[in-house]
């Protein structure tokens, strides 16, 4: 996705002008998710255009601005479905003025969009030293050894002492197992590992929760969800609210330079 905001709010994505500028940030916080739950870029103007149009057209109907149940009930839609092209507009009592979307998700308008799905899981998967997916299933049932075996064999330089080796199990043990190992994959230190499973235990995906504890752009933040209790109830408004306010402050950088 490629979004831009001028001075004056005329906000663009994928080429597609925007005035409004909680159309713009609605837009890009569906957009973004789906990206970020699929692992895909979505660049298609035709795709944007139809998604804006509705946001639009649902807000002009409604009684008042429903942009934040738009996200949130779209945003359950989206990580709640297995496959993209699932995934459907949602805003509670409007969903009449969403209907033609959906209908085109459901008839296959923008299957293109998605093909890059496939392509890019496939690239990850091989980017992997196993596919994590098959690796992990049975973690749960096998235990420790299992997750002990795989560490010696492919992050040898994480678990080559007790101590790290006993660390890391428990941080896996302790947290979503697939993500942990991807985020292991991808480069990421076990200290930023330990760092972003106490925001996922906040209710954050795991790609929001290692920019948290990685990019000191987003200290702000960081400062904010530190002084939550540890014990705060998962939420999937803070995981919304949490994405908002890090494309503010990149927006507001953009605008900046």
């Not at 998710?33 to 149009?53: C, G, P, Q, V, Y």
């Not at 709640?80 to 008839?107: H, M, P, V, W």
């Not at 941080?171 to 985020?183: G, H, S």
Request: charged residues 35%; contains cysteine; hydrophobic residues 30%.
């Amino acid at each position: 996705m490629k979004a831009t905001i001028e001075q004056e709010f005329k906000g663009s994505i994928n080429g597609y002008q925007i005035k409004d500028k909680n159309v713009f940030y609605t837009a890009e916080f569906i957009i973004q998710n789906l990206e970020s739950a699929k692992n895909i870029e979505i660049n298609d103007s035709e795709f944007t255009r139809d998604l804006i149009e509705t946001i639009e057209r649902i807000n002009q109907k409604a009684d008042q601005p429903e942009f934040d149940n738009i996200e949130k009930d779209t945003y359950y839609s989206i990580t709640s479905e297995q496959t993209l092209k699932d995934f459907r507009l949602r805003c509670e009592g409007y969903e009449y003025y969403a209907e033609d979307f959906n209908k085109n998700l459901i008839l296959g308008k923008y299957d293109g969009v998605f093909t890059a799905k496939k392509e890019q899981a496939l690239a990850d998967e091989k980017a992997m030293p196993k596919e994590i997916k098959e690796v992990t299933k049975d973690w749960d049932k096998t235990g420790k050894s299992a997750i002990e075996r795989y560490l010696k064999e492919h992050f040898k330089e994480h678990v080559n002492t007790p101590e790290k080796t006993k660390e890391l199990v428990k941080l896996i043990e302790d947290n979503n197992q697939k993500n942990m190992v991807e985020l292991l994959s991808t480069g990421y230190k076990v200290k930023e590992m330990k760092d972003a499973s106490i925001y996922m235990k906040k209710g954050l995906t795991a790609q929001s929760a290692i920019k948290i504890a990685t990019n000191p752009k987003y200290s702000k933040i960081k400062d904010q969800l530190d002084s939550l209790p540890a014990d705060v109830k998962k939420s999937v408004n803070l995981e919304q609210t949490v994405k908002k306010s890090m494309s503010k402050i990149d927006n507001d950088k953009n605008i900046k330079k």
